[in-house]
Every structure is written in C-alpha cells, then in structure tokens.
C-alpha cells in the first residue's frame, strides 16, 4: 500500500520537487550527461572504526555487526559527550514516527533533559511514517529544508545524486578515515554501516543503524518439541517436519504464510538465491534468472501442494501473520529480525510454553544456504548545506545521538529520566514508568543511532540466543552487488516490471499457473526493461558512468 | 404507518410486502450496524481473545477490559489532541460561518462589482493551487505552525457559499423592502431577518464546516510542525495506520494488555463519538437545509 501511494506521489509530485530545488531534472536527463554514477566504495576512506571503550558485554560483538550482547544493564556507564554540542542555538530536524505521539516539550521531561544535555533546542518536526512521503516532498519542494532531515526513501527523490550535491553537505571532508576520531560516537558505528550511507563516492549520510540481515524469519520451538521433532537439517528434512506439523484437526500448520508469499523468502535463503542480483566477474544475473531460484519455486509448490501453509494465509496482512504466529496456528512465520523481542514477549505472556527462535535456513543436500544483507540500516539522515562551523556543530549534535548503550546518554536517550521516567529494578535494571513509556517515544533514535546492543532484562535468555542466531545468520550474509548503483531504468520502471513478475510467481506457488508461465514471465521481463537495467548496473559496476 | 398518509389512490399494502420491507430493512440496517458493533466490541477485547480469535470479535468480548482505552489516554497526548480539535472545530466553524455569511448576502443582492468576485470565488472550485504553492502562501504568510493554518486557509468553501447565496437570493426582495421601509440597514436586515429565516441550510453548513474541522488531516500534517498543536486525527493516525506495540516494556504480569488492533478499535470509537453525538440534533435541518439551497436556483 505504501509503494504504490509513494509511486502515486511521487508522479504527481516529483516533478514539481525538483523544478523547486532547482536541480536541472530536464537538461540531466535529456543531453545524457553524467549527472548520476555509481557510488563504487573503492575512492572513498570510510571513517576510521573505533569501537566504544564502555562497560564490558557478557557477549562481544564483531566488526561485521554482531552486537555486543549484555545480560544486565551496565552499572559503570561512560559519558561520551562531555561538553554540549550547541552553545544556546537551535537545531531542527524533521524525522519519522512509528510510535504513538509523545507528550509536547513543555510536558515532556525526557525532551527537556535532552535538551538540557545539548545545550540548546531540539526543534523536532516530527511525521507519521504513513504520511512521511506527502510532508518530505512538501518540505523539499518548498526549499525549507531543516538542519538534518531523514531520506527514509531514496525513491521519494527524483535525481537523488543531483539534489544531494546541490542541497545537502557533503560530510566525506569531515568523517572521512580519522576525521571521524573527532566524533567518536560516530567512530564507533562499522564501516560496513557507514558504506550504505555513500553516494556518488561521497558520504552524506548520518547513519541509523541495524542488524545487518533481516534475518530469515521465526519459528516456535514449543510446537517443534510438542510434535517431537528436531530442527532440520536440510530442505528435505525441512519438508517432513512441515508435514509432521501440520495438523488440521488441531488448528495447526506448518507455516504462516501472508500476502505476498512472504514464506517465501525463507524459502529462497535456503536455496541459496543470490540477494538481488549475483555479480559474476562484472557480469550480472537477477537473482529469479538463477537455477537457485527455480529450485526455491519448485519447492514452495511443493510445500503449498502438500498443504502446510495456514489456509488462507496467502491473503492475510502483517498484523494478522504475527497474530497467527503467536497463536501457534503455524509453527514457522517469515518476519524481520527486529520482531524478535517482540514475539518472545508476547508470546511468553499468551504461553509461557511459547519458545519462539530465529529460523536459521538449511539447504538442500548439497546446497549452501545463505541470508542477505537487507538491513543494514534503518536510513539516513541528511544534513542541509551549512557553513564550516555550523556542519561541525550539527555533527556533534549526531554524534551526541549517537551515544552507544553503555553510555549515560543513551540511558537518557532510551529511558529518560531516573526517578520520573524510569526506576530500577533490584539488579538495577531500569524499568520504564508509564509516564516514561509516554514520553519516550519521542523519535531522535530517527535521527542518527548507535550501532545495535542486545539487551532484555525481563528475558536475558533472550539475548543469549539473539546473539547466537545473529552470529550465524551473518556469518551467511550474501551482499547485493547493486545496493550503492543507480540505473535510471531501474528507479522508473523497475518496480512496475517486477511487480509484473511478482505477480506471475505468486500466481505458480498458489498452484494457478505452472512453472514454465514464471519462465516466460522472466524473459519478459528481460525484454521490458530487465536487460536495460541489467546493462546500467553493470556498466556503474565496471565504473563507468551510468547513463542518465 | 397510517394509510392517511398514503395517497387516496394508493391501496393498502399486503401484509407480505410489508413483512418483506421490514425485512430489507432489518437486513441493510444489520449490514450497517454490524461493523461498529465489531469496532466497540475488538475495542472492548483483551489480548489472548483478539489473538485468539484471528483480530476481530463479532459480538461481545469475553472479558471486556477498558485497556486499549487506558492506553490511548495515558500520557495526556490524546485528551489535549481533543482539546485542540474542539478548540479549532468550534473557533473555526464560527469564523467560516461569518465571513461565509457576510460574501454570501452581499452576492446575493445585485452589488457593483459582484460578478467579479463571485467568479474569484467559483474559480477555486474549479482550480485548486495544489499543495507546494498552497504550503508557500501559508509559509510567506506567516501561519506555519500556527492554529490559523487550520483555519484561515479553508475560511471560506464555495460549496457552502454557493448553497448559502442560493438561499439568500430566495428570500423575498419584498421582505427586505419593507424592512429597509421601516428603517432597518443592511446589518440588522442580516440579523433580524435574512439569519432566522435561514436557521436550516445554516445548520447544514455549520454541520460542513464542523465535520471538516473535526476531521482536520491534512492541513495539520503539512503546517504544523509542532507536535502540541496537532489536532486528533493527526494523533490518532499514528495508532492506527501504523499498528506498533504501544509502550508495554513494564508491564506487570496479570495486568490486562491491550492489543494493537483493540487499541486502533477504540481509536476509531473515539474519533466518532463526538460528531455522532452531534449529528442527531442536526440531522433534521439536514435534507431541508441542503435541497433548499439546490433546487430553489
């Protein structure tokens, strides 16, 4: 739903936004010139990573984004910013909002503790990710940019390399390799994180970062143990334990399937099929081209023919995928890694039987599994263009929000104030109080993050085994050689042409076309626009500019 | 129904097809009905029930709990999102009225100049500005961030005005003559006579322009940047469109949870009651007020 509004506006808007900015849209497109290009990470020094010298994890975390894992909270916190990043000024910042609205600044005492810690005013505009698409465009076009502003999509900006060089500052002279020291809360973020946030051989993006894979979903072990099965260990055993699971009469399946085919996903992880796109030498495939693929289809037929998706499931929401899961009506749900706690919370508090654990996919014999690297952020922030000193006070800003957890910061940032916001617990674990959980949910985490911690007092055996599974899935990370390219082709039609064949995939799984239909639905897409998008990200690969 | 309210020619119905009325009745108003019952009983849920269940309870919650309510109101957020939707509901509906009244009469009566300004104010209906230049006026104005935004740029809709001047210019030039006779100005005509004729179509008008208010989205979403001034849909928006946990990391064991789609249930209960009780009262100047305007060209 969000797509296709984005797309609607971005149609009737677009256009508009950059006729406003005054980036010449028009001349860009037509003389062919080389207003856009790859963003190759090998001209750009990515900042130096220093990792935060704080309180000790139970569990350490890697340079390739494990996090730390901590059992308790930390007692011996560091502060990291010691002097306020504002001398009395202002900073605005317009970013997005998932939670219920917090109280306004005048009521908010957390707001006003950060404010206090800045040493100036938290100007937040803050929208309603539903409606983030109407309000960004609104803002860009109208030229009234704030300070910092979040790009959480790329899309939403017609000639993104265009506007970033003519409206925002280019950060690579300030965070490049040790520049970076000088903020080490920003230091202390992977470069891995910072390479998503360059474009065009430039970073100009503070970023907000995530686990680096999405991870391949989750099942419940409670329903595994109850059948008295093992976790497979290949595609095969994969398929007897589905059928084992399924039992009608009880009000159970195997899978929760949603709209979409989300199951599917796991599917094609456990066979392998490359993330997006499988660069061979600079030549590349789209990931639906590759045999892997085939045989993930073949298999989810297989799967839905031998009925061991939740029926009806193939045309159910998010909200009522996750509602199936917890109700143990399918012991195997596709969802983000994020959801994790979530599931292990809510399900806990249904049954306290309920054991749900990140799915790690198995291949089929002979196979390699692997997972893909499709969150590596959350986005970026953007900094409008500003003078020297002004760029560095609103980098110190950043970095202030990007206090690491084991730092008095982000205690404030994440629990607000002792005593009115949080109290602790005997092992001195803070614990929100309603008026903490109201308040809280003001979005500076939108504005720039730390890289993530594993931390849940409530359930500590919780981030033994989130660090277990993170370890795993992304020590099976397969990266999407296109993720920093541009093809034109790509941004305009790309998502209409594979919607086109999304559609005819989803038409096979549910048993409504053959297989050999998907085969003719790939070439063509080939021939709409497949192979002309295929040529624009090699030739960005290659290094050559691409052709706008 | 009596038959003296039926046609002479008419003949009294069967009792089947009164029996089958009743029934197309009974079912469309159930069709109707149905879904907000739905909407207050999911809202009156617990958690285990909702999941249970698949989402939505039909009739009756088995334990009904208040907490999705709880939660909406907790933190103050949505009781002064309330406030600031009365406020503007009411403020803004009196402003529309009054300066929608004065334009109205004054174009009612042939005036120098009056084509003019009647075609200014029809050319809006039939071209919008379109937001940028729309969020730029209000901008160079001065109004960003301001509870006028809300108001001042909708002050006057020509739907409403035309409907307004359609039935001023039905009144009787004869009345307002032999009030002008007995010495009355063009304010008291306004007043004393011209408004109290006109009580149904301006009820009608005000119910436009309250409802409008009350549902005030997207002029909040795109002026106003400060989140203490956001009026209710804006807030309540964020519990329903976007289906996140709300808060929750503390809660003590036993204590009734509320589930996502309770808490966007009685979001929904909330932002209807107010003009659900409103409508009743206005409900019979409604057909009146708007075909008056209409047909009497």
């Known amino acids: 739903m969000t797509t296709s509004r984005r797309s609607f506006l971005r149609s009737a808007v677009g256009v508009a936004v950059m006729s406003a900015t005054g980036v010449p849209t028009l001349v860009a497109c037509s003389n062919g010139s080389t207003a856009s290009g790859p963003a190759r990470a090998s001209s750009v020094t990515l900042p130096t990573y220093v990792a935060f010298d704080g309180p000790k994890p139970d569990l350490a975390g890697t340079a390739d984004g494990v996090p730390p894992g901590y059992l308790t909270y930390p007692k011996d916190l560091v502060t990291t910013v010691k002097t306020p990043p504002l001398s009395g000024g202002k900073v605005s910042v317009m970013t997005d909002i998932f939670d219920p609205l917090p109280p306004a600044k005048d009521k908010n005492a957390a707001w006003q503790a950060v404010e206090q810690k800045l040493g100036g005013t938290l100007d937040l505009t803050i929208v309603p990710d539903s409606d983030w698409a109407t309000k960004f465009q609104t803002v860009l076009a109208a030229n009234e940019l704030p300070d910092l502003v979040l790009l959480s999509d790329s899309s939403l900006v017609n000639n993104l390399p265009a506007f970033l060089s003519a409206k925002c500052t280019d950060l690579t002279p300030y965070l490049s390799g040790d520049k970076v020291k000088d903020y080490p809360n920003l230091a202390n973020i992977p470069q891995v994180i910072w390479q998503a946030c360059v474009v065009q051989d430039k970073i100009y993006g503070l970023p907000i970062p995530r686990s680096i894979t999405g991870g391949a979903g989750f099942y419940n072990k409670r329903l595994f143990d109850a059948a008295g099965i093992e976790y497979p260990a290949t595609a095969e055993d994969f398929l007897a334990a589905c059928k084992e699971l399924t039992r009608p009469q009880q009000g159970q399946w195997a899978i929760v399937n949603s709209k979409g085919n989300t199951f599917f996903t796991m599917i094609q992880q456990m066979f392998g099929v490359p993330n997006g796109w499988k660069d061979d030498g600079g030549k590349l495939t789209r990931s639906f081209e590759t045999p892997e693929y085939k045989a993930a289809l073949e298999f989810a037929v297989q799967l839905v023919k031998a009925g061991v998706t939740v029926p009806g499931s193939d045309g159910i929401d998010g909200t009522a995928r996750k509602n199936a899961f917890r109700a143990g009506k399918g012991a195997l749900v596709y969802d983000g890694f994020p959801a994790y706690s979530g599931y292990v919370k809510d399900m806990s508090r249904l049954d306290p039987e309920n054991d749900p654990r990140a799915f790690v996919p198995m291949a089929p014999k002979g196979g390699k599994a692997n997972t893909w690297s499709d969150n590596i952020l959350f986005a970026y922030t953007l900094m409008k263009k500003a003078d020297e000193p002004r760029v560095k006070e609103l980098l110190a800003v950043a970095n202030f929000f990007a206090a690491p957890f084991g730092s008095t910061e982000n205690l404030l940032l994440t629990y607000g104030v002792e005593g009115v916001d949080f109290t602790r617990d005997a092992k001195g674990n803070p614990t929100l109080t309603s008026k903490g959980e109201a308040e809280l949910t003001v979005p500076w985490k939108y504005i720039t993050a730390p890289p993530q911690a594993l931390y849940n007092a409530q359930f500590p055996t919780y981030v033994e085994r989130a660090h277990e599974d993170l370890t795993k899935l992304i020590g099976m990370v397969v990266k999407d050689p296109t993720a920093s390219l541009i093809s034109p082709t790509n941004d305009k039609s790309g998502g209409d042409i594979g919607q086109a064949l999304t559609d005819v995939r989803n038409d096979v799984i549910a048993g409504r076309k053959p297989i050999s239909a998907f085969e003719a639905a790939v070439q063509k897409w080939a021939k709409d626009g497949g192979d002309k998008i295929r040529g624009e990200f090699e030739s960005a690969l290659s290094g050559g500019a691409s052709p706008r | ?297």
């Open chain 2, 1 to 297: 129904m009596k038959t003296s309210q039926r046609p002479p020619w008419m003949e009294a119905p069967s009792k089947a097809g009164l029996a089958i009325k009743g029934v197309v009745i009974a079912v469309v108003c159930l069709l109707v009905l149905y879904p907000f019952v739905n909407i207050v009983a999911t809202s009156l849920a617990g958690e285990s029930e909702i999941t249970r269940r698949g989402g939505i309870i039909p009739l009756f919650p088995s334990e009904p709990t208040l907490a999705a309510y709880k939660t909406i109101f907790a933190g103050g957020v949505v009781s002064h999102a309330l406030l600031v939707s009365a406020g503007i509901t009411v403020i803004g509906t009196a402003l529309n009225l009054v300066v929608t009244i004065a334009l109205a009469y004054g174009l009612s009566r042939p005036i120098v100049g009056g084509r003019f300004v009647l075609t200014a104010v029809l050319f809006t209906m039939l071209f919008g500005a379109g937001i940028i230049p729309n969020f730029l006026l209000v901008k160079a104005l001065g109004l960003y961030d301001s509870y006028a935004s809300l108001i001042v740029p909708g002050l006057v809709s020509a739907f409403n005005f035309l409907v307004l001047r359609n039935f001023f210019q039905n009144i009787p030039a004869e009345l307002l003559d032999s009030a002008r006779i007995d010495g009355a100005g063009d304010l008291a005509i306004l007043l004393r006579i011209v408004l109290p004729l006109s009580k149904a179509v301006l009820a009608v008008v005000a119910l436009f322009y309250a409802v409008g208010h009350w549902n005030a989205f997207f002029n909040a979403l795109l002026y106003l940047s400060d989140t203490g001034k956001w009026p209710l849909p804006l807030v309540l928006r964020l519990y329903v469109l976007q289906g996140q946990p709300v808060g929750g990391a503390s809660e003590s064991p036993g204590e009734a949870v509320a589930s996502i789609q309770a808490v966007q249930m009685a979001v929904v209960v909330v932002a209807l009651v107010p003009i659900l009780c409103v409508y009743p009262f206005l409900q019979r100047y409604f057909t009146k007020g708007v075909l008056t305007g209409a047909i009497k060209g």
